[in-house]
């Protein structure tokens, strides 16, 4: 069983950056592919971004050309790299992992999660 943990999160300005990190045991993340979703207060979880096994990205409309998915096959972590904050990107943040890009992307129901790591944009 795979087992995800999340760290990095904290209190920003707007505009400021952050970088996320999701260290994973139990499953070997180069044959996988990895994503980040995010749920901010009383909203539902949304999809932020992926990255496929063979190193594809996708990125929510929203973040892109702001946020940037990375992995570290080496040491079996994902990365989120967060620039230009603002105040509507605060939320808990989730990675996990599946066999396909679309899994993540559809936000299938077999996804394992992480306990997520909380992000505060506010000046």
């Known amino acids: 069983q795979v087992q995800l943990v999340e760290t990095g999160g904290g209190l920003v300005q707007p505009g400021g950056s952050l970088r996320l990190s999701c260290a994973a045991s139990?499953?070997?993340?180069?044959?996988?592919?990895m994503g980040w979703f995010r749920q901010g207060p009383e909203k539902e979880r949304e999809f932020v971004a992926a990255?496929?096994?063979?190193?594809?990205?996708y990125y929510t409309d929203s973040v892109k050309g702001r946020f940037v998915i990375s992995r570290d096959n080496a040491k079996n972590t994902v990365y989120l790299q967060m620039n230009s904050l603002k105040a509507e990107d605060t939320a808990v943040y989730y990675c996990?992992?599946?066999?396909?890009?679309?899994?993540?992307?559809?936000?299938?129901?077999?996804?394992?999660w992480g306990q997520g790591t909380q992000v505060t944009v506010s000046s």
């Open positions: 996990t992992t599946a066999k396909a890009s679309i899994t993540i992307r559809t936000m299938d129901p077999s996804l394992v």
């Open positions: 139990g499953r070997t993340l180069s044959s996988y592919a």
């Open positions: 990255m496929g096994w063979s190193g594809d990205t």
